[in-house]
């Protein structure tokens, strides 16, 4: 058994000492030198052609040109597809390669498996709605081990962009707003992914995406430029990324925008000064679907030949769906303006993901292995992923969860049924008819005959009131309502930024009425993003934010509503009130005339005649205010959480010491829940501002109802760094660090950095 299987066994699956399919065959592993002399060795014997071959990622058409794909992987001129699947297939274009092609270098087959292959999980941003590293770490071991029993070896995933912009739709594949549970994320992400042993057959090829900035996109708006000075880029957006590099990372993937006006397909400071230089990542980078030839458009450069040259001396070795790789390299190497080491280095970075993965001793697929997709344990798993990424936002008079004696519930919007749209975005493998949905798991739970359904809207963007008569009389003969809001997975991911993030059509006015009702009202948000959802939460009695959460979201939706479950997830994002006020993320820094409760004008308070005024002179919002609906960490429970006690080991830190911050905290509720302990702290002073708060540590904890438990972290000086604009430091001063349940709230306390 190798390690990774006693680790997969021992923490997640114990059904799979059972299966004889999840052992793989003996493998030759190769020491570092071993494996570098093999790659010299190829690299000797290989043509120009060949070489060029390792450089280029296809999608092939098939059935059309199935014959001339193979002849090409016959001659070596293909070393890497992209987006086929298939035991057969696969099999058969390795074995061309490996027993047909001159030097016999495996395929490396990739494939976008961001959140699940047939088992489905919650969508990336929900799955940090968990705070749980570890069970993250299991989803995409699962996630693996499917993708690898169809020949998939390369995954683009983990896409660990920070975004502090939910107009941007892909903040539904990322980890949120924070660098630090980013990180953790990303660090789980990529050890589960690749596991305990590459030569594994269940083993896949990280790749950490989109290096770098791509989640700051001008605006919200996808591929759009990106500006982040070099402090805000050191100390936020690139954090997950070098967590994903220390964690293993085989591949990195640049990215779609320019930054700071060069392309990251282009970008030399990031890729060989950053990426190979200080961190000497050894592994393969791959640019973003065509962002080579892109370059062109950006204005950076003239034509495919000049786009061909500034990718590989930027450092993308591979170029994903493109040929001006193939078509241009052999002419720049003969003009002179492409030195030969740079080919051989990209080649070299190519050949080592290969043989790390176990390809050239291992390149076919198992058959049996595909005996696992979908299996009872894995579907039970990504129920407890939907449960734990759920967030409770709002429960007036403990209306939820759903006690037993109600009588009959209504279950309305457009979202209540739709499997499809649960699975959320970027899924190519997972089907409809897998999935869950929350009014099939609510009937199971309760009973068909005491559920009254009426979808209400037909789907999220439906504009229509034909429907409301019906949702409205099913609320009426209830005794609670159910309301499925939010929106279609096709309005998140990749090109599908909005400019409002409210919900779409008409699902706010079925709400209104609903409430008119007077009977409960408890809304279920399933969503790719974080919606404005103020009125909603005014309305409603309770609200759950689900997301959109996999194969499995309505079973997990009915754990919770029920009550066989208590709410655990906290939000990885700021909840804006409006569009208006994005920017808004807990990392911000104080201006200079901070808005307090007391310094602020609510806009309806303005007098129609008021004369010239400041209204304050402070930063907020007039019809905002200066805080957001519901701060980053924010999250209910069935039960509460009382902190006290704040414990500091010193009132100082010392360069070369530690410093352990802990608090007490206690289940004042009736009820057995997870609480996520968070830390935060504050440099009050510096030579550069620093935020108002900074996230340094989080624990989730199970306590029984009544108990106490101690909570403790340890603070150290590479936890107080920053970059001034030249360097990583760390200067003497005043902290503050607090304890809490989320970033606007918590126990106080102080130290001193000498």
């Known amino acids: 058994m190798t390690t990774h299987q006693a680790y997969f066994i021992k923490g997640l699956l114990p059904f799979l000492l059972a299966l004889t399919i999840f052992a793989c065959t003996e493998s030759t592993n190769t020491t570092g030198n071993e494996m570098e002399k ?28 199935e014959e001339k794909v193979k002849e090409a992987v016959r001659e070596g001129r293909y070393g890497s597809f992209l987006n086929i699947s298939g035991v057969e297939k696969i099999n058969e274009l390795q074995r061309i390669a ?24 919650p969508i990336p ?4 709605s968990s705070w749980n590293p570890e069970l993250v770490r299991e989803a995409y071991r699962i996630s693996s081990i499917e993708a690898a029993s169809q020949g998939i070896r390369w995954t683009f995933a983990p896409m660990i962009d920070i975004t502090w912009d939910p107009r941007w739709g892909r903040i539904a594949e990322g980890c949120g707003e924070d660098p630090i549970l980013a990180s953790a994320m990303a660090e789980a992400m990529v ?17 950490a995406k989109h290096f770098v900035g791509y989640g700051f996109a001008e605006g919200g708006r996808d591929y759009s430029t990106t500006y982040i000075p070099e402090p805000l880029l050191r100390d936020v957006v690139l954090k997950p990324f070098k967590a994903a590099k220390e964690a293993g990372a085989l ?15 282009g970008n030399q400071f990031t890729l060989r000064k950053i990426l190979r230089d200080e961190w000497h990542f050894d592994g393969m980078v791959v640019s973003d679907w065509g962002s080579i030839e892109e370059m062109i458009n950006h204005g950076f450069c ?49 050949l080592r993901v290969k043989m790390k993965l176990g390809l050239f001793d291992h390149p076919y697929v198992d058959p049996k292995l595909e005996q696992q997709i979908l299996s009872p344990e894995f579907l039970a798993h990504a129920r407890k992923v939907a449960r734990q990424s759920a967030v409770l936002l709002k429960n007036c008079n403990k209306t939820l969860p759903i006690q037993s004696a109600t009588g009959s519930v209504a279950v309305i919007g457009p979202l209540a049924d739709s499997p499809r749209d649960q699975l959320g975005t970027w899924v190519f493998d997972g089907k409809a008819e897998n999935a869950i949905t929350p009014l099939a798991a609510i009937r199971e739970t309760i009973g068909s005959d005491r559920v009254h359904f009426a979808q209400g809207l037909r789907y999220s963007r439906d504009k229509g009131h034909d429907g409301f008569a019906n949702a409205i009389a099913a609320a009426r003969q209830s005794d609670v309502t159910l309301f499925f809001a939010g929106e279609e997975w096709i309005l998140s991911g990749e090109g599908q930024s909005r400019g409002e993030i409210n919900l779409p059509g008409a699902q706010q006015e079925l709400i209104e009425a609903l409430a008119q009702t007077g009977k409960p009202l408890v809304v279920i948000v399933m969503a ?22 996999g194969t499995m979201a309505g079973p997990a939706i009915a754990d919770l509503l029920f009550g066989k479950e208590c709410p655990s997830g906290k939000l990885p994002v700021t909840f804006v009130k409006g569009s208006g006020q994005i920017p808004f993320y807990h990392y911000h820094k104080n201006s200079g005339r901070p808005a307090t409760p007391g310094s602020w004008t609510p806009i309806d308070s303005i007098s129609v005649e008021n004369p010239q005024s400041s209204l304050g002179y402070k930063s907020f919002h007039l019809d905002y205010g200066y805080t957001p609906l519901f701060p980053f960490g924010y999250g209910l429970s069935y039960t509460t959480f009382e902190y006290h006690n704040l414990w500091l080991s010193s009132d100082g830190l010392t360069n070369g010491g530690s410093l352990t911050v802990k608090a007490s905290v206690t289940n004042s509720g009736d009820r057995d829940a997870d609480e996520v302990v968070q830390l935060y702290i504050r440099d009050r002073f510096g030579s550069v501002t620093r935020p108002v708060k900074e996230l340094k540590g989080f624990k989730r904890i ?53």
């Open 38 to 65: 093999r790659i010299e060795q190829l690299l000797k014997q290989m043509t120009i052609e060949e070489k060029m071959g390792q450089l280029s990622q296809i999608e092939p058409s098939f059935p059309d040109n």
């Open 702 to 754: 199970a306590l029984k109802a009544r108990e106490t438990a101690e909570v403790s972290f340890v603070l150290t000086p590479e936890d107080l760094e920053f970059f001034d604009g030249q360097k990583m430091i760390t200067e003497p001063g005043d902290f503050d660090v607090w304890i809490g349940p989320n970033s606007s709230t918590g126990i106080p306390g102080e130290f001193k950095f000498y």
């Open 251 to 265: 591949t990195f993937m640049s990215a779609f925008n320019d930054l700071n006006g060069v392309p990251t397909s």
């Open 302 to 350: 003239s034509d495919r030949k000049e786009a061909a040259l500034k990718g590989l001396r930027a450092g993308v070795d591979m170029e994903m769906s493109g040929s001006t790789y193939y078509e241009n390299i052999q002419r720049l190497l003969e003009e002179g303006k492409l030195q030969q080491k740079l080919i051989d280095d990209a080649v070299r970075n190519i």
């Open 191 to 207: 050890k589960g992914i690749q596991g305990e042993n590459l030569t594994d057959q269940t083993a896949v090829a990280a790749c």
């Open 125 to 128: 941003l929900a799955m940090a």
């Open 528 to 549: 790719g993003r974080p919606l404005a959802i103020g009125q909603t939460v005014e309305l409603a009695d309770a609200v759950l934010y689900a997301w959109h959460g």
């Open 98 to 121: 490996v027993e047909e092609s001159r030097l016999k270098i495996p395929l490396l087959i990739g494939r976008d498996v961001i959140h699940g292959y047939r088992t489905i999980f």
